[in-house]
């Protein structure tokens, strides 16, 4: 365990030197940016590990393995991010543990997670998914409403019981006119979170960039990236 403590812990510097890095060079505060562990197939272990190195924020994408585990890890001071697409019967389970969910992308997901939050009793930021390649108003191939849908779905979130509006969120596209152009994609983001922020002035998060990409995130003005691999390695194939 020491060992993998130790190998958390420095590539989290790492991690931490980048992020940094590009605050200095984009001219922002280093405080300005949140760094989300995306831990998804890793273990409660390595959760609780990071958890001992400072960090504060973890995100998953499958309800599957995300509820054992933050029933396992539910003494720590976590804020858990849903990212994974959502689907409506996994709704329940996800608001029992999630703070955050930033894969918010039709109607009828806005309308469970609030009749879900407001049962429980609970108050959950909701970011909506963006996808860069669908067009104005289509869904993209990874889940995420197209940039000519977020007013609409944004008023809906907000006017939720239950649920507060967070901001954007996006996954740099595979395909489509932001294929391969990432600073662009988070550079259009950013202009869509600017849009947002005038009906909404609080929906100020703006989810974006990885492991490979969060430079260019933090360049076009990202608070929050979610970085899986950079810190926890490569995670061997099972089976």
Request: charged fraction near 25%; proline fraction near 4%.
């Amino acid at each position: 365990m020491t060992d993998r403590k130790d190998q958390l812990a420095g590539n989290l510097a790492k991690v931490e030197e980048r992020i940094t890095a590009a605050c200095v060079a984009a001219g922002r505060k280093r405080e300005e940016v949140t760094l989300i562990v995306v831990t998804k197939t890793y273990p409660a272990d390595d959760v609780r590990i990071l958890s001992e190195l400072g960090v504060r924020h973890v995100a998953e994408n499958r309800d599957q393995d995300a509820a054992p585990k933050a029933a396992v890890c539910s003494d720590l001071p976590l804020s858990w991010h849903f990212v994974g697409q959502l689907q409506t019967n996994k709704v329940r389970s996800v608001v029992g543990y999630a703070n955050v969910v930033q894969s918010v992308d039709r109607a009828r997901l806005v309308s469970a997670l609030s009749k879900e939050a407001v049962r429980v009793e609970r108050d959950l930021s909701c970011l909506i998914q963006v996808a860069l390649d669908a067009g104005e108003s289509g869904r993209g191939e990874r889940g995420g409403v197209g940039p000519g849908g977020i007013a609409e779905l944004g008023d809906l979130v907000a006017a939720a019981p239950g649920l507060r509006l967070g901001g954007l969120m996006t996954v740099a596209p595979l395909t489509g006119p932001y294929a391969g152009r990432q600073q662009a994609a988070f550079e259009r983001l950013m202009d869509l979170s600017t849009d947002l922020r005038r009906a909404h002035p609080a929906a100020n998060m703006v989810s974006a960039g990885m492991s490979a990409d969060l430079e260019q995130a933090v360049a076009a003005g990202a608070t929050h990236v979610r970085v899986g691999t950079a810190v926890l390695g490569v995670r061997p194939r099972l089976g």
